[in-house]
């Protein structure tokens, strides 16, 4: 008598070392697509961070570059009170200008800064723009109301160039009453 053995494909020990390849091929090839896939993502991240922080240099440059042109007609016009002798006057624009550049220096320093500060070195820059203009035109400075100043967080230096622009581009050339 003789026995024909299964062919090798058929054996059990056959099925489960390929149930095991297969298994382990299918894990394998789930760590390399999963490893791939964390890396795109690592590499957009990454990619991201240096976007926001080239930005954030940016801005910060931005934010230093107040206008020299301005600058210099603010001390010309103290200096010209100076000259002429108004010299409480010029004490107090002198402390204006003072208390402007310390809060553009202080804020520059942070990423964002509540709106409330914001509006008081708003206030200052418009109060030499209008002493720069010999008081040409008149501005007030209104924070909506049902909102608290000090949660509003905003970048520094952030609506000064919009201010700057209006009276530059719109309050300059108007006619009549001009009110910021």
Request: charged letters at 30%; glycine letters at 0%.
């Given at each position: 008598s003789f026995t024909i053995e299964a062919p090798f494909w058929q054996k059990t020990s056959f099925k489960i070392l390929s149930g095991v390849t297969i298994a382990f091929m299918t894990g394998l090839l789930f760590y390399a697509w999963s490893r791939r896939l964390?890396?795109?993502?690592?590499?957009k991240r990454e990619k991201l961070k240096l976007q926001n922080h080239l930005l954030q240099l940016e801005q910060k440059a931005l934010q230093l570059q107040m206008n020299p042109h301005f600058i210099f007609n603010a001390l010309t016009s103290i200096k010209s009170l100076v000259v002429r002798q108004h010299l409480p006057e010029a004490q107090e624009e002198i402390n204006a200008f003072a208390q402007l550049m310390r809060g553009i220096l202080n804020n520059s320093r942070k990423s964002s800064i509540p709106l409330s500060a914001e509006a008081a070195v708003l206030?200052?820059?418009?109060?030499?723009?209008?002493?720069?203009?010999?008081?040409?035109?008149?501005?007030?400075v209104r924070l909506p109301e049902g909102i608290d100043p000090e949660e509003i967080e905003l970048p520094p230096m952030l609506i000064q160039p919009f201010v700057e622009n209006a009276i530059k581009h719109g309050?300059?050339?108007?006619?009549g009453p001009k009110l910021l």
């Open positions: 964390r890396h795109r993502e690592f590499v206030e200052s820059y418009l109060h030499l723009e209008q002493l720069c203009h010999q008081n040409r035109f008149d501005y007030t309050l300059r050339h108007k006619h």
